[in-house]
């Protein structure tokens, strides 16, 4: 089953074109790794999947990517639900210029949340009231991106204070919070010690039940533990996508084999 | 040391030299033009105290009575009415241009407001005469005020004008300082755009925003020739804004050197220069601490 379908995608920065014609599906509720050399469009086809590329105006879009469905380059869909359904986290986490706390607490404020009928509240709420509901809220996301223990003596400091390694965990918390369906990570563990790796990756094979996760990686050894699926890109072109096995033990095309060597990089 | 260290090093020394000189060349330049002016309007004090200078209404110099209370409150009320004008129209617009307008309406615009940051003192106090002035006038007549135009009201309108392309221009670049992973961090969240602008973009930004508003108001403070000739210039302590004022910069402006036959006159003008000054210096320091204050919580 697949609920999101790419079709003929390109896109260009000006006259730079970065994506050449991708055409893909992705399966749903497994963990996706997007593969390939630094610069070869990874992060650019990861934020067309929420039309986060907007917000650039030198980018063209050329081509349609279907969510459950729906062409998200249609010119009247609702981009603000899009993007709570996709969410998105990025290459260079810059928290919220807020307290932690917020950081977790932003997401479902603005989407006017009823938090008490989250998984993390549960029906807990009539007994203790809101502001306890919405504690037990950011408790919840905190633990699940694991960064409960270190900040739950500071949660109203701000945010800019913790450690790159703490903010990335964060902007996973914040991500988490707006219970997306689909999550899209951009090098999530880039700037995480191989302790606070490991978590995240546990995190996302827990996660994965509920949601689909695509995620970028340089290291092929993680996509190698992780993934379900690889998508691999070179120079903007689409290159092999396959299940995992397949991708590693058989790849059909020779940019791969040499890719997986390591005799390209 | 290598030869082409010793080089670097030296350049690095002459530079800082250098700049440490200026640095203290400008202080001192300061502090001389405060106690230039200091020494020029002590003399005032010998005849009127300092409460009486600074809070009497009555300002007579034929019968030397020099209270320049109406002319503080002058500069007070026509730098804040003008601000209050200013402000919101600056925040909207900086914000407008920098969060949603597309890049060349952005470049256009900016161009059109260099124009106008650009345009003369005196040209703008000329189209206050020809269009604020009456515009007041008639405001007046229709809600049943008495007023020839010329009043704290239209000299609020010209300065808030000259000063909007100033802080406008100033609070643009800062929001546009503001990296874009802040705003696709709140938008990726699914914040719609005012939610990013409020949430995220202004607490970044608002130490610079604070800043570009200090500097509109100190300009506003000292700016003479414009509001001078729309405010009215009359030595009365203002009912409302239909009536005249007069602001510190427009009576140095109006008299020194005219009438320097009556005895003191000039130490009372030095006086007002000095108190101008501490206004501007008190407003500019206490808007900077409450900055730092601000941004130590953020
Ligand atoms: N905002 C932009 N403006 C112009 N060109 C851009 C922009 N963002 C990315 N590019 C270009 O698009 C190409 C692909 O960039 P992208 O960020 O998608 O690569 P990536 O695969 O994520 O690389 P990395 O692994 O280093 O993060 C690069 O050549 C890059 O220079
Ligand atoms: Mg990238």
Redesign the pocket.
């Known amino acids: 089953m697949s609920r999101i379908k790419i079709k003929q995608l390109s896109i260009s920065?000006?006259n730079?074109q970065?994506l050449k014609n991708v055409s893909l599906d992705i399966p749903d509720r497994q963990i996706i790794a997007v593969i390939?050399p630094?610069?070869?469009?990874?992060?650019?086809?990861l934020k067309s999947m929420n039309r986060l590329l907007d917000l650039?105006e030198?980018v063209a879009v050329k081509g349609e990517i279907f969510i459950d469905g729906e062409n998200i380059y249609r010119p009247d869909i609702d981009v603000t639900a899009l993007r709570k359904r996709v969410g998105f986290l990025p290459?260079h986490p810059y928290p919220l210029p807020m307290s932690i706390f917020d950081n977790v607490a932003f997401g479902p404020k603005i989407h006017g949340l009823d938090i008490s009928s989250t998984p993390a509240v549960s029906g807990a709420q009539e007994e203790t009231g809101k502001k306890e509901g919405m504690r037990r809220f950011v408790e919840h996301y905190l633990s699940l991106a694991g960064l409960w223990d270190e900040v739950k003596d500071r949660l109203h400091s701000p945010a800019a204070k913790l450690s790159i390694g703490q903010q990335q965990r964060l902007a996973l918390a914040r991500v988490l919070s707006i219970e997306p369906e689909i999550i899209l990570a951009?090098?999530p563990t880039s700037a995480l010690d191989p302790i606070s790796a490991k978590l995240v990756e546990t995190q996302f094979k827990i996660l994965k039940q509920d949601y689909t996760i695509i995620f970028?990686t340089?290291i092929l050894r993680q996509a190698k533990r992780l993934a379900d699926y690889i998508i691999f890109?070179y120079m903007g072109d689409l290159v092999e996508h396959a299940t995992a096995g397949q991708f590693f033990s058989e790849p059909r095309d020779e940019k791969t084999r040499a890719y997986i060597t390591g005799e390209i990089s | 040391m290598s030869n082409s260290l010793k080089k670097r090093k030296a350049k690095d020394i002459i530079a800082a030299v250098f700049a440490r000189s200026f640095l203290i060349f400008i202080i001192f330049l300061a502090l001389l033009i405060i106690f230039g002016l200091f020494l020029k309007a002590r003399p005032i004090l010998s005849i009127v105290s300092l409460p009486e200078l600074l809070f009497s209404s009555s300002w007579h110099p034929m019968k030397n009575e020099f209270g320049l209370f109406p002319f503080i409150i002058g500069t007070i009320e026509v730098t804040l009415l003008a601000m209050i004008i200013a402000l919101p129209i600056c925040m909207l617009t900086s914000i407008y241009l920098s969060e949603y307008a597309k890049r060349r309406f952005r470049e256009i615009s900016r161009f059109f407001i260099d124009i106008l940051a650009g345009i003369p003192s005196v040209v703008y106090g000329l189209c206050g005469i020809l269009v604020v002035v009456p515009f007041v006038e008639f405001t007046g007549e229709l809600i049943g005020i008495q007023t020839t135009g010329y009043s704290l009201l239209a000299g609020g309108i010209v300065l808030a004008v000259m000063v909007i392309p100033f802080i406008v221009s100033i609070s643009m670049e800062v929001l546009r300082m503001v990296p874009e992973p802040y705003r696709e961090s709140a938008l990726a969240l699914g914040a719609t755009r005012w939610e990013t602008v409020k949430y995220v973009i202004l607490k970044k930004a608002r130490s610079g925003l604070i800043a570009a508003t200090v500097l509109g108001f100190a300009r506003a403070f000292g700016e003479t020739m414009a509001v001078l000739m729309v405010v009215g210039n009359v030595a009365q302590v203002p009912k409302s804004v239909f009536d005249a004022a007069y602001p510190l910069p427009a009576l140095i402006a109006n008299n020194y050197g005219e009438v320097m036959s009556i005895p003191l006159y000039d130490a009372a003008l030095m006086s007002a220069a000095l108190i101008l000054m501490l206004i501007v210096t008190i407003f500019s320091l206490t808007a900077h601490y409450a900055l730092l204050k601000l941004g130590k919580t953020i």
């Open positions: 920065y000006g730079h970065v390939g630094s610069g070869c469009g990874k992060t650019t086809l650039n030198d290459q951009d090098e970028v340089h890109l």
